[in-house]
């Protein structure tokens, strides 16, 4: 667990990308702080504490799925974000609910593959400087050891000698990054497993995976020799030296206990499945129903094969997510309802929150549009008394066309800019400074906000 953070600092490190949800930051910082909590407990029980999942109910755009991704990159933990409504029922052609826990399984296997590269990168550098070298100036074939001196010898020995200082004099070069644009060619590892389509019916995604990796293990490894600058040689071979020297069996099973006991998965749109949501046109056809009963034995806890083994869902937290406009979430069936103990309602966005959203965060709008300008060497600020204009009209077109949550601030934000962004660099050039007044967000959004009424009718 990164830093082993404890809830109040889990709560102060998601303040920093989201504005309000108190309730919501404070249950996901607990059931974080649960997990780590549950490594450290008395062996006999660990087993038996299981995590409480959270269902999270709130319109779009307040901030459901950010709190989930923050939470998965404090923890360092392998996470998952699917849509309820992409699957179908057990029986039905489509994405069935297992292959959440095989994404959740192939983000683990990347992060502990991204470790271990990371741990035998000084050792893949110098293998690629030596493949790198040899593809310069080629070594002396059949060298003989240092002390190989001898009558006759002299000459071959000036050779080598002459070699091995040139060797030495490019391998320096090539560290000061001197030859990055010099062309050399190298041989690289094709993919050799063939492309499938479904053979026959009946075939899940788990036994195309298996077969697929069966025949790629079977197929010879080919190479094919490339031209590339030595930059971008550098990069391919440091993948595939980085890649021959870790075990990957050894990555297998720490990524299986990785995705066991700190995997996330957050499920979204969870109330277009519910009973009462009048979402989706599938009807009896594709049961919304099924997939709830499907989602079940996830969710408490079962074995899901993957191509990597065997994973048991008991301890991976589930977070699911919904709006609920058009259900609530007693349609769903009740074991489901029970499998989520922690509900909690988020807040629609005021706005002194969208004014908040403008200004706070790490990543606010303006601190990313005062990036994309600044690209250009040209400088943008805004007043305070523009943000908070921003805010009010950005608020009250979701009070009257649609509540879309704090993504109406893009929807303003680049009408605002639009035609500044346009004139850069052409009209507007270098070292220019643009303020952003009341008065140019007046007359920028004056249509947006009078043309309210048509807004309905616009897609």
Do not use: C
């Not at 990543?363 to 805004?382: C, H, M, P, R």
């Amino acid at each position: 667990m990164n830093k082993n953070l404890t809830p109040r600092q889990i709560v102060a490190e998601l303040d920093k990308y989201i504005i309000g949800q108190n309730d919501a930051k404070r249950n996901v910082a607990i059931a974080l702080r649960n997990r780590w909590r549950r490594m450290n407990v008395k062996e006999e029980i660990q087993g038996e504490i299981v995590p409480n999942n959270i269902l999270m109910i709130g319109a779009t755009g307040v901030g459901k799925t950010e709190i989930a991704r923050r939470l998965a990159h404090l923890a360092e933990a392998p996470f998952t974000k699917v849509e309820a409504s992409k699957f179908t029922e057990v029986g039905y052609v489509g994405r069935d609910v297992e292959s959440m826990i095989r994404d959740l399984v192939e983000q683990a296997v990347d992060m502990v593959k991204t470790t271990k590269k990371e741990e035998v990168k000084e050792r893949a550098k110098e293998i690629v400087e030596g493949i790198i070298l040899d593809a310069l100036i080629p070594p002396l074939k059949g060298s003989p050891t240092p002390h190989a001196t001898g009558m006759g010898k002299d000459q071959p020995e000036d050779e080598r000698e002459l070699n091995e200082k040139t060797r030495d004099r490019f391998r320096e070069k090539i560290r000061d990054g001197e030859m990055d644009e010099r062309k050399i060619e190298i041989d690289v590892k094709q993919n050799s497993t063939p492309g499938m389509g479904m053979i026959g019916g009946g075939m899940d995604e788990a036994s195309m995976i298996n077969i697929q990796e069966m025949l790629g293990s079977m197929m010879p490894k080919k190479t094919k020799k490339r031209k590339v600058t030595i930059a971008e040689a550098r990069k391919i071979l440091l993948e595939e030296e980085s890649s021959k020297l870790i075990d990957m069996d050894e990555v297998k099973e720490e990524a299986l206990q990785k995705a066991q006991n700190t995997g996330i998965v957050f499920i979204d749109e969870v109330d277009k499945i519910a009973g009462g949501s009048r979402g989706g046109q599938g009807g009896p056809d594709v049961s919304r129903e099924g997939v709830q009963r499907d989602l079940l034995p996830i969710v408490e806890g079962s074995a899901v094969n993957t191509k990597y083994g065997i994973v048991h869902t008991d301890h991976i937290l589930f977070i699911a997510a919904g709006a609920f406009h058009f259900s609530k979430p007693s349609d769903l069936i009740p074991e489901l309802q029970g499998r989520f103990p922690i509900r909690v309602e988020l807040d629609n966005l005021t706005k002194e929150d969208f004014l908040s959203i403008l200004k706070e965060p790490k990543n606010a709008l303006t601190k990313q549009y005062i990036a994309l300008v600044g690209a250009e060497d040209v400088s943008l600020s805004f007043q305070d008394d523009a943000l908070e204009r921003l805010a009010e009209i950005a608020f009250q077109i979701n009070e009257e066309v649609e509540n879309i949550g704090a993504r109406r601030l893009h929807t303003v934000m680049s009408k605002l800019l639009n035609e500044i962004l346009f004139e850069i660099p052409d009209t507007i050039g270098q070292n220019a400074r643009i303020v952003i007044d009341k008065a140019l967000v007046e007359e920028k959004l004056a249509g947006l906000v009078k043309n309210k009424d048509l807004s309905h009718y616009i897609l």
